[in-house]
């Protein structure tokens, strides 16, 4: 599961939405760059059915429950990369950054 969490941080790299990926087997973890983003994550997430937890300041927790199987993890990745996917950066922001503001490119 760790690998594709850390997979799925590589595609959304630009956005910035995770950071730290952490864990062993399913019991694993993602730190986000802000709360606001950690909250949006757990709520989508809960909307689809998977049960996540937000942890600490800014990180989302998952524990899975004992019956998970491979296709578990692959259904569990499409549902996260797709609420990932969903999180909407204004136009013209690069990335939203720890604070919750956005990165704007400078003007030339």
């Known amino acids: 599961m760790k690998k594709g969490l850390l997979a799925l941080k590589e595609v959304h790299k630009k956005r910035r939405l995770i950071g730290r990926v952490r864990g062993e087997g399913t019991f694993t973890a993602v730190t986000c760059y ?5 909250d949006k994550i757990v709520y989508e997430m809960r909307q689809r059915g998977v049960v996540v937890g937000g942890c600490g300041n800014n990180s989302v927790r998952f524990r899975p429950s004992m019956l998970f199987t491979e296709e578990h993890v692959d259904e569990f990745l499409t549902i996260f990369n797709e609420v990932l996917g969903e999180i909407e950066i204004p136009d013209g922001a690069i990335c939203m950054v720890k604070d919750g503001s956005f990165l704007y490119p400078n003007p030339i």
């Open 34 to 38: 802000n709360a606001e983003i950690r």
